[in-house]
């Protein structure tokens, strides 16, 4: 870990011991691990309610923009669906500033 956080040995010691103190994670032999199962984003658990709605709207919105538009969509878990509904078209040129949509 030292070498990919440009740290000392030291540094990455002090920072496990601490981390353990304070129950974030478990000392294991030549690393750590962590106590819990990972936790559900708010992006991943927003994303799958209500997804009939997130659905039907992403549908109408493709149906709105033909052929060569060019659009830029947000980040969002709603734009989410209307990027996948979106894919069907040909020669739409789409910029985004989001990871889930790129």
């Known amino acids: 870990m030292a070498g990919f956080f440009s740290v000392s040995d030291e540094t990455v010691c002090r920072d496990v011991r601490q981390l353990a103190e304070m129950h974030l994670v ?4 030549r690393g750590v691990a962590t106590l819990h199962e990972t936790m559900e984003s708010p992006f991943q658990k927003r994303i799958a309610e209500q997804h009939e709605e997130k659905h039907q709207i992403a549908e109408i919105c493709s149906e709105l923009f033909p052929d060569g538009t060019t659009l830029m969509l947000d980040c969002g878990n709603t734009i989410s669906y209307v990027a996948r509904s979106l894919a069907k078209h040909k020669d739409l040129r789409l ?3 989001s990871t889930d949509i790129a």
Do not use: A, E
């Open 26 to 29: 478990r000392k294991v032999h």
């Open 95 to 97: 910029i985004t500033n």
